[in-house]
Structures are given as structure tokens and as C-alpha cells.
């Protein structure tokens, strides 16, 4: 039957090339949507885990309250034997400490006077550790120069590097305050430049070895936040969310500085953000199948008016209302399937190009302090695919079933009088 009903499309090209069009169309749109969509919600996971959520985290109490604002004075201090104790209870997650700071950035002439000066965002890293350098992929983020080998050496955002007019191995001053509040100020050798791709950090980063920053913050053994990253690289809240809950049963306590462990979703919203997506997701798929079902349902009804005619013949002929009406469903399903095929097959193309040239959106997150990636990918999940696909044979069902409905309204007579106009 499935194979009669294509042959006549194929050779009746006015009752199906019009409504194959709409659903490839459709299809189309919805699975680079979709694509596009889960591209957009993976950088920002992928982002926020590497430079400011990890996949979980431990901070103070007091630190979480205000965690936006980067409170490193409410940190941790002396707390190199907790970090171990907390490596020895969860072996599986890979942990390291950070320091996020502020300070300005003083750049003096060959006299030493202020030449020029500007705001920058620190980020401390153990630069040793080869994990925690790739964490942030700082190779691949390098532009010019090396990574820090040696102490007081940092790295410095290519744009303000750009901005300050400054060169390699040159010497800068960071000024700021300590933990308790004094005024600090060191100097440092700009070791290289980099550019990971985020404007946030990219408009005024610096890197620098975190032994480095508890020197210079007063924060001897200290960290402000300790990343954790899950064993395979990718977030899951699920396994996050249990390893936190165990966390906080065993060492969270109503002391401001007793240690509480956040996962990704508990951070910038991100929580709401990725359930914001899913339904997202949902609504664009519902809106795919409407919009198509009303557009084939006017194309169905025109279609039956011209064959009304046909209708009452094979009605003549002794064939039931409800086996006309299945038949034109089955029409209505092959054109469904040869669209969505044609429309994901034309889909995949621009999934995979996308996905590895990206959409440069770097001139709408200039002024972002989220962090997603100026170029966004797109994912070539096959999920993606599946969700884009089947809107498109469920649009065109629905709409035969609305447009069929005249079969049952219009008697048998009718019909076959209509056939000799």
C-alpha cells in the first residue's frame, strides 16, 4: 500500500510537490534550530565549568552568599590539609584551587612614572599542574610569547595588551588589597598573551601561577574557590548534584567559613537557564507541527475540493468512508517521511559545517559578562536530528486528518455528482 501511494506522488507532482516542500522547509529550520540551540547551551556548560563554575565547587559559606562578587577575602586560608582530605574522600573528581581577583594594572615608562594604567581581572591557577592548565586550555589560548615558567611572570588578555601598548618581557605593577584589607602592590613579567574566546574574560584577563596571588593577596595556602571537574570532562547533574549533597552532609556546618560545595546549576542561573533551553526546545518543535499542520490543512482542503470527484467514485465503487480516509493518512504520512528525510539530509549538510566553522558571535558578547564563547558551534548530537525529524510527519498527519474531515461531511452522492464538474 506504502509503496503504491509514493509511486502516485511521484507521478502526481501537483498533490505533493507543494505540501514535500513545506515539511522539508520545516524540517530544516527545526533541526538547525535545534542544533543551534543545543550548540549555544553546551558552550555556555563548557565555558562557565572551565573559568568560573567547574562541575562543582567548594566555597565558604560566607563566600556563597556573595559569590558574584568574588569576595576573596571571605576564601579559605591555611587550607592545604582540608584540600587533601577532600581528594582523599572523592578520589573520582579531579580538584584545584583558584583565585579570582581585581586590581589595576600600572604600567610605568623607562623613568618609571605611570605611563599608562587599567582595570584587570586576575585568575590564579596552579600553573604547574598540567590538569588545571588545560582545564582552561591555555596552550591553545596562547597568542603570543610562553606560559609563565618562573614566578612573578603572568599572562596578560591580548586586547589589553593591544590597549596598554605593552611588550613582551616587559614589567607591569599590580596594584590591590590584601585579605585583611591593606594595600599590595607587586611586580610582574608579561610572559605572553592570550585570547580564549570570551569577551568577559578577554576584554581585561590577566593569568598568573597562584602561589603568585597568595603572595601577593596575603592568602598564604589559601584559595578563594576549589574547582571540581567530573572524570570524563562532561558535566552530569545528576552524578554533581548527589556528590554535593554528600559533600555538604559531612563537612557544611552554620559557620560562615565552614566549606559548602555548589554544583554548575547552582551558579549564574545556570540552573534555570538549561530547563529554559529543554522547554525551549519543546516549543519549537509544538510551534513547527502547528504552523505546518495549518498551512497543510489549507493545502489538504484545496487538494480534497479537487478531488472530490475521485472521492465519490471510489465511494460509487463501494469503498467505506473510514478506509478513504486512513488512505489519504497514509498519503499524508509519505509525504511527512520524504520531506523530513529530505529536509535532515539538507539539515545535516549545514549541522556539519557549522559545526566546524561555527557562527561568529562576537559582535553581540562585546558587552556580555556571560561566558560563551564568541563563536558558537553547532552540536551534531543525533538527539538534535530525532527532534527536528519527527515534527514533520506528525505536522503533515495532522493536517490530513483536519482536511479529511470533509469526507464525512459531504454525502456520497455529492461527491460522485461533483466528479462530472
Not at 600553573?127 to 597568542?143: F, K, R
Not at 590577566?206 to 570524563?232: C, K
Not at 556546618?253 to 529554559?276: C, I, K, R, V
Not at 463501494?318 to 529536509?343: D, H, N, T
Request: aromatic share 10%.
Amino acid at each position: 500500500m506504502l509503496k503504491f501511494v509514493l509511486k502516485g506522488l511521484i507521478r502526481d507532482r501537483s498533490r505533493s510537490f507543494f505540501p514535500v516542500l513545506i515539511v522539508t522547509a520545516g524540517v530544516l529550520v527545526t533541526v538547525f534550530l535545534t542544533a543551534f540551540m543545543s550548540g549555544y547551551m553546551e558552550s555556555m556548560v563548557r565555558q562557565n565549568a572551565r573559568f568560573d563554575t567547574g562541575h562543582v565547587k567548594i566555597v565558604t559559606n560566607a563566600y556563597a552568599d556573595k559569590i558574584s562578587q568574588k569576595p576573596y577575602d571571605l576564601g579559605f586560608i591555611d587550607s592545604e590539609s582540608d584540600f587533601e582530605q577532600w581528594k582523599r574522600d572523592f578520589p573520582s573528581i579531579r580538584w584545584t584551587p583558584r583565585i579570582y581577583f581585581g586590581a589595576l594594572m600600572d604600567v610605568p615608562d623607562e623613568e618609571g612614572n605611570t605611563l599608562e594604567q587599567g582595570d584587570v581581572f586576575g585568575m590564579a591557577i596552579d600553573l604547574w599542574d598540567p590538569g588545571a592548565v588545560q582545564d582552561i586550555h591555555l596552550q591553545e589560548a596562547l597568542v603570543q610569547g610562553r606560559i609563565p615558567q618562573a614566578p612573578s611572570e603572568i599572562l596578560i588578555s591580548q586586547e589589553l595588551f593591544s590597549k596598554l601598548r605593552l611588550q613582551l618581557d616587559s614589567t607591569v605593577t599590580l596594584l590591590g588589597s590584601t585579605l585583611h584589607g591593606a594595600m599590595s602592590f607587586q611586580n610582574y613579567i608579561i610572559s605572553g598573551t592570550v585570547s580564549f574566546g570570551v569577551h568577559a574574560l578577554d576584554r581585561g584577563g590577566i593569568v598568573t601561577d597562584i602561589e603568585d596571588a597568595r603572595l601577593f593577596l596575603d592568602m598564604e595556602g589559601g584559595a578563594s574557590e576549589y574547582f571540581g571537574f567530573l572524570p570524563d570532562g562532561i558535566y552530569d547533574d545528576g552524578e554533581a548534584t548527589k556528590i554535593k549533597r554528600e559533600f555538604n552532609a559531612r563537612y557544611n556546618s552554620e559557620d560562615e567559613f565552614a566549606p559548602q560545595m555548589l554544583a554548575l546549576t547552582d551558579q549564574n542561573d545556570l540552573g534555570f537557564m538549561l530547563s529554559y533551553a529543554g522547554l525551549a526546545l519543546g516549543l519549537i518543535n509544538v510551534v513547527f507541527i502547528l504552523i505546518i499542520a495549518i498551512v497543510l490543512w489549507n493545502a489538504g482542503l484545496l487538494n480534497s475540493i479537487r478531488r472530490y470527484g475521485e472521492f465519490g467514485l471510489r465511494l460509487a465503487m463501494g469503498e467505506r468512508k473510514g478506509r478513504l480516509y486512513k488512505w489519504l493518512l497514509v498519503e499524508a504520512l509519505a509525504v511527512g517521511v520524504v520531506g523530513s528525510l529530505i529536509g535532515a539530509a539538507l539539515g545535516i549538510g549545514l549541522i556539519q559545517y557549522f559545526h566546524v566553522h561555527g557562527i561568529d558571535f562576537g559582535a553581540f558578547t562585546q558587552d556580555t559578562s556571560m561566558m560563551v564563547e564568541n563563536v558558537v558551534y553547532l552540536s551534531a548530537d543525533t538527539k538534535n536530528l530525532i527532534l527536528g525529524i519527527i515534527p514533520g510527519p506528525v505536522a503533515t498527519v495532522l493536517g490530513a486528518m483536519l482536511a479529511g474531515i470533509g469526507i464525512f461531511r459531504r454525502n456520497t452522492a455529492k461527491l460522485f455528482k461533483e466528479l462530472e464538474t
